[in-house]
């Protein structure tokens, strides 16, 4: 069945990706400000460009939602 269904511009918010990142594996500048966290969390776009950093994954829901965007757990 190949029928097109047009979602329309108005299908909802923009999704957007929160997943955990290691402190270990980000720059050394966004490390020295990690706090002594061994884990953030990123929050990305739909094209994959990093958004936002935060301290915990509540946080991370919590900021996109302000921006009117749909998050999304990534593992």
Same mark, same amino acid.
């Given at each position: ?19 955990? @990142?290691? @402190? ?5 500048? @966004?490390? %020295?400000?990690?706090m002594g966290?061994? /884990? ?9 460009e990093r958004?936002?950093? @935060? ?14 965007? %749909?998050?999304? /757990?990534?593992?």
């Amino acid at each position: 069945m190949q029928t097109p269904y047009d979602f329309g511009a108005d299908a909802g918010r923009p999704i957007v990706y929160v997943r955990a @990142v290691k @402190v270990a594996d980000l720059p050394e500048d @966004v490390r %020295e400000q990690a706090m002594g966290n061994d /884990t953030l969390y990123a929050v990305h776009s739909a094209e994959g460009e990093r958004l936002a950093l @935060v301290r915990d994954r509540r946080l991370a829901f919590i900021l996109a939602r302000q921006n009117d965007l %749909e998050p999304v /757990t990534v593992h």
